[in-house]
C-alpha cells in the first residue's frame, strides 16, 4: 500500500518550500504549521512529515518548539529530521513526540552510527533520508541541508543499510525538489533494483495525482506531498483516494 504523506518545511517557523533545496530560492507560504498539520489530519492524513531546515545547515534544532506544538497537537504520526547530528539529537526527537526521526547528513557521514541506532531503536524509529543528485555517472548524496558535497553514492551505502536491517527510506531527486516537474520514478526503478526489501519514500516534482497514481504504481510505500498540497494542485483526500484505486489495480 502506497501512502500519500504531507510535508511541512520549517524556516524561522514558518512553512516554506524551497526551490532544488537552494535556500536563496524560498517560497514563504501564510499558514500556521499547527493548523496546517491539523487540517492535514482532518482530511484523512496518518503520517505527517516535518523538516526543520534551519537545523538541516546547522545541526542544532532550531524548529523544535514549532515541532513540538505539531506533534502534540496534530492528531497524527510525526517523522521529522533537520539537524540530527547524534544520538541525542535521536533521543530528543523522540521525546518531543515524535515518531520516527529522520536522519540525513549523518547516515551519508556515519553509517556505522546509525546502524547502532537501527539496531537500539529499531527499524520503524529511524527513516534514512538519502537525498541525491545524478552528476558525472552517480547518484551522489550532498549532505547539510544540500549544500555540502560527499564522496558516497547510493550504489554504496542502500546495500550497507539493508544489510543493517533499515526499514524506511525517504530518498529525494534534489533537481526536481520544489520544481512541480514531475517526480524521478527512473530513481526508484533504481533504488528497488540495489535495495528492494527497503520501503521506500519518493519525493521531489509531484505536481498532479497522475504523478502520484504513477509512484503508487511503481510500488513506493509511501509518496511525499510538499508543494503540491500547498499551492492547492488537489487535495489530500484526493491523493489518499488515488492511492487507492492505484494500489486496488496492482
Not at 18 to 40: C, I, M, S
Not at 101 to 113: F, K, L, M, W
Request: net charge negative; proline share 4%.
Amino acid at each position: 500500500m502506497t501512502l500519500p504523506i504531507p510535508a511541512i518545511d520549517l524556516r524561522d517557523g514558518k512553512v516554506v518550500r524551497l526551490f532544488k533545496g537552494d535556500y536563496e530560492q524560498q517560497t514563504t507560504f501564510a499558514f500556521d504549521p499547527v493548523e496546517l498539520a491539523q487540517r492535514y489530519a482532518a482530511d484523512g492524513a496518518t503520517w505527517l512529515h516535518v523538516v526543520d531546515l534551519d537545523g538541516a545547515r546547522s545541526g542544532r534544532f532550531e524548529n523544535l518548539p514549532t515541532l513540538t506544538a505539531i506533534a502534540a497537537a496534530a492528531g497524527l504520526a510525526v517523522q521529522a529530521g533537520g539537524g540530527v547530528r547524534n544520538e541525542e539529537g535521536v533521543r530528543r526527537l523522540l521525546d518531543a513526540g515524535v515518531s520516527r526521526v529522520v536522519v540525513g547528513s549523518i547516515a551519508i557521514r556515519e553509517p556505522e552510527s546509525v546502524a547502532a541506532w537501527i539496531g537500539r531503536y529499531g527499524p520503524d524509529r529511524i527513516v534514512l533520508a538519502l537525498d541525491t543528485r545524478f552528476r558525472d555517472g552517480q547518484w551522489r548524496l550532498p549532505s547539510a541541508g544540500w549544500t555540502a558535497d560527499e564522496d558516497r553514492t547510493l550504489g554504496d551505502l542502500l546495500p550497507f543499510y539493508e544489510a543493517a536491517g533499515a526499514r524506511h527510506l525517504l530518498c529525494t531527486d534534489i533537481d526536481r525538489d520544489g520544481t512541480m516537474t514531475g517526480p524521478n520514478t527512473a530513481l526508484y526503478r533504481h533504488v528497488a533494483a540495489i535495495a528492494p526489501n527497503l520501503d521506500v519514500q519518493a519525493s521531489g516534482g509531484v505536481r498532479s495525482l497522475a504523478d502520484v497514481a504513477a509512484l503508487a504504481l511503481q510500488g513506493v510505500a509511501g509518496v511525499i506531498l510538499g508543494r503540491s498540497l500547498l499551492q492547492g494542485e488537489f487535495t489530500m483526500a484526493e491523493a489518499l483516494a488515488t492511492t487507492t484505486k492505484a494500489d486496488a489495480s496492482c
